[in-house]
């Protein structure tokens, strides 16, 4: 279940997101893709959670490896 607190945390390291979706500018995550593998990795956590850019950049680079 996502509430308003759980809301500003990544489900996959449970640190802040720095979610700006609801904000009057686009969110930093507005300019990013997400691969399908690690929507799926963190909606098996969470449903409907952002994740967080440090785990977006950590997933990436353990991907062109």
């Known amino acids: 279940v996502t509430t308003e607190k759980t809301a500003l945390v990544c489900p ?19 300019n990013e893709a997400f691969p399908a593998e690690l929507v799926e990795q963190a909606n098996a956590k969470t ?10 950049k950590k997933f ?3 991907s062109s490896q």
Not at 12 to 30: F, H, R
């Open 60 to 62: 990436q680079a353990a």
């Open 12 to 30: 996959l390291c449970e640190k802040a997101n720095n979610c700006g979706a609801n904000n009057e500018k686009p969110c930093w995550c507005m």
């Open 47 to 56: 449903a409907n959670q952002c994740i967080c850019l440090g785990c977006l």
